[in-house]
């Protein structure tokens, strides 16, 4: 028997065979975390929520975690020149690094990606610390970006071991989800 087209296909849950509960984050890998932090925070209306550097015990990176609403984005820069980090950033500038997906069961995640083909960044792993554990995985998409598949069920930190809470005033930039939208359909309704 030959299986229907992707696009006839019902997604139900036993036809997908990934399970992904939500997108969990984009982290994007930047030349001055701080600064682009800022620029998510004052010019799109951001909160930061989590810092992560040399005063959480973080030698190797700067980061900040940002949300609006269900939007979750992390931005990081090296410390140092040599950093994997900062050699991405050399060839490809500001940009998305990894997209990672909220899943019930990293381990499921990952084998039923690679043994469909996928090529694998990092076998089920665990981080801890005083708020619990953090399991993740990873595999490779397309040019160097990462898909990380995150189990946050057993975590209640602010966003990873190393982050710490921060608290800033959230500022609207005063965009409202029907906004862009709007613009767009009364364009072309003329």
């Not at 229907?4 to 997108?23: C, F």
């Not at 900062?86 to 940009?95: E, K, Q, T, V």
């Not at 209640?156 to 409202?176: I, R, W």
């Amino acid at each position: 028997m030959v299986a229907p087209a992707v696009e006839n296909r019902p997604m139900t849950e036993e036809a997908d065979h990934l399970k992904i509960n939500s997108i969990d984050h984009l982290h994007l890998w930047v030349g001055n975390a701080k600064q682009a932090m800022y620029w998510w925070w004052k010019g799109f209306g951001f909160k930061p929520v989590a810092y992560s550097g040399l005063e959480t015990g973080n030698r190797r990176f700067a980061s900040y975690v940002l949300e609006s609403g269900k939007i979750r984005l992390v931005v990081s820069a090296a410390y140092k020149p040599t950093d994997e980090m900062s050699a991405h950033h050399m060839l490809h500038g500001d940009g998305v690094k990894v997209i990672a997906l909220g899943v019930d069961d990293v381990e499921d995640a990952y084998k039923a990606t690679t043994s469909r083909g996928a090529v694998s960044a990092w076998a089920p792993r665990e981080e801890a610390d005083e708020h619990g554990v953090l399991r993740t995985s990873a595999i490779r998409a397309y040019g160097e970006t990462l898909h990380v598949f995150v189990d946050r069920s057993g975590y209640h930190g602010p966003f990873a071991p190393t982050y710490q809470p921060l608290n800033l005033p959230a500022e609207s930039a005063g965009l409202k989800p029907r906004s862009i939208t709007s613009s767009a359909t009364s364009s072309l309704a003329r």
